[in-house]
């Protein structure tokens, strides 16, 4: 793998002092909840502005948002903006744009941050347009960090590194905006851990009028039905994981992956690779172009590991991989490899597990 750095200079003229310095996330609800991808930037968010010595700001915009601060508090929002409308959910593009590019307009945050959702890759690039910003997508991780222009000598303090795969995934690219604020970004569920900065923490909400920022033409979109087809499968939150990849031989031996968790109390899943092979479902896929995962354990069967797959589960607790390769990538970051055919190895783990079970 490679690294590269990216900088994007669009304004030469560009005063940061005109700008606070406060952090935002857009935060996506449904059915009364907050979607995890909304937490876990909270989270990271909050890391972010506890580095630049700044307050944490969230935007909500739905209906029925009675005691939705319960759910954005404790993850250290130190300010919610809050515009409670019936006209406001389920989501549709020119209300929430308009919305937010009014309060980003007024407030000059210094960073945005949205999930990279269907909702999220609707408004972020709305938004960025509006604002002319730049606007990195799928980002995997999010860094605080300084940067010198080799050309001017200028040096720029406390810039986002904007950090996600370029190029098919064979670089790692760090990309920057020094001169045009907000940075905003978008990032991909899942990438960043959701973790509560304090139950008992308490931010302000600021209510917003509706009516003062949005005219009739603004609802000109109306959803008159909405489908929404659950997931047959919850990897997201699965402990465990058993995943297979083309190396795995076809759809009857991914029929061993299933007894193996189901035994284990598990998931399956698998690469992109099992996924164009017909081996799985898309809603299964784990990786750069699927989902991603940190389980307490991960079981790779027939994995090779390319860097795209890695992106979407190297930070499980515990990595095991079974292969036939000893030289296969995913074994560089496995915890423990067993060299093999996984058609005698998969019978032999769930007989020793059922038996140590009793």
Do not use: W
Request: charged share 25%; with cysteine; aromatic share 8%.
């Amino acid at each position: 793998m490679r690294f590269a750095n990216f900088s994007f200079s669009l304004s030469p003229n560009f005063d940061v002092k005109k700008f606070m310095k406060n952090l935002f996330v857009y935060c996506e609800i449904e059915d009364g909840i907050v979607a995890d991808v909304s937490l876990e930037l909270l989270s990271k968010g909050k890391k972010l502005a506890t580095i630049l010595n700044c307050k944490l700001e969230a935007i909500l915009l739905g209906a029925n948002l009675s005691g939705i601060e319960k759910q954005i508090f404790p993850y250290g929002v130190d300010i919610l903006h809050l515009a409670e409308d019936k006209r406001l959910s389920p989501y549709t593009t020119l209300p929430h744009a308009k919305l937010v590019i009014d309060i980003l307009e007024k407030e000059k945050p210094q960073i945005v941050l949205f999930g990279a959702t269907s909702v999220g890759r609707d408004i972020a690039p709305r938004v960025a347009s509006a604002l002319k910003c730049g606007l990195t997508a799928d980002c995997t991780s999010l860094e605080i960090g300084d940067h010198t222009d080799s050309k001017t000598n200028i040096e720029y303090k406390n810039l986002l590194y904007q950090i996600r795969p370029a190029f098919g995934g064979n670089i790692i690219a760090t990309i920057i905006n020094p001169e045009r604020h907000p940075q905003m970004a978008t990032v991909r569920e899942g990438v960043m851990k959701k973790e509560i900065f304090s139950q008992s923490y308490l931010g302000e909400i600021r209510h917003l009028d509706v009516d003062s920022y949005l005219c009739e033409t603004d609802f000109v979109v109306q959803v008159i039905e909405r489908h929404i087809e659950k997931s047959k499968v919850n990897l997201k939150n699965a402990p465990i994981i058993v995943a297979g990849g083309y190396g795995v031989g076809g759809k009857d031996n991914f029929k061993l992956l299933y007894e193996l968790a189901d035994v284990l109390g598990g998931e399956v899943g698998g690469s992109r690779a099992a996924v164009d092979a017909g081996y799985l479902e898309h809603e299964q896929q784990i990786g750069q172009t699927g989902i991603t995962v940190r389980p307490k354990l991960y079981i790779a069967c027939g994995i090779s590991g390319a860097v795209q797959h890695r992106a979407g589960m190297q930070e499980s607790a515990m990595i095991i991989s079974i292969n036939n390769d000893k030289n296969a990538p995913i074994n560089q970051i496995a915890d423990y490899t067993i060299i093999g055919d996984l058609t005698e190895i998969i019978p032999k783990m769930i007989h020793f597990y059922k038996k140590n079970s009793k």
